[in-house]
């Protein structure tokens, strides 16, 4: 069955970086395109970037030239690295298979910016 686990989350202060990543198994990652979504509290699920396997990356507005999304194939992995992080980047970071937030999704990794 499809697993994913995320890792990398931690307290950070503004302005900080951190890396995420996430693993999967039970399917054929090199050919599944993923998605970073992240929910802070009391807000919804959002999508933040998505990884196309054959084609581009893409990010939603607040997070473009900031945070970078890469893959690992070799390993199942993919990896969000965040830079300059504001106080509305605080949230649980999920990696869900495939484009958009309806697929299976990991238990997530807690970010949290704070002064």
């Known amino acids: 069955q499809v697993q994913l686990v995320e890792s990398g989350g931690s307290l950070q202060q503004p302005g900080g970086s951190l890396r995420l990543a996430c693993v999967g198994s039970?399917?054929?990652?090199?050919?599944?395109?993923m998605t970073w979504a992240r929910q802070a509290p009391g807000k919804e699920l959002e999508w933040i970037a998505v990884?196309?396997?054959?084609?581009?990356?893409t990010y939603k507005q607040s997070v473009k030239g900031r945070f970078t999304v890469s893959r690992d194939n070799s390993n199942n992995r993919m990896f969000l690295d965040m830079n300059n992080l504001t106080l509305e980047d605080s949230a649980m970071y999920y990696c869900?298979?495939?484009?958009?937030?309806?697929?299976?999704r990991g238990p997530g990794t807690q970010v949290i910016v704070s002064a």
């Open positions: 869900l298979k495939g484009v958009g937030l309806s697929g299976p």
């Open positions: 990884t196309y396997y054959g084609g581009p990356f």
């Open positions: 039970g399917f054929i990652w090199s050919q599944t395109s």
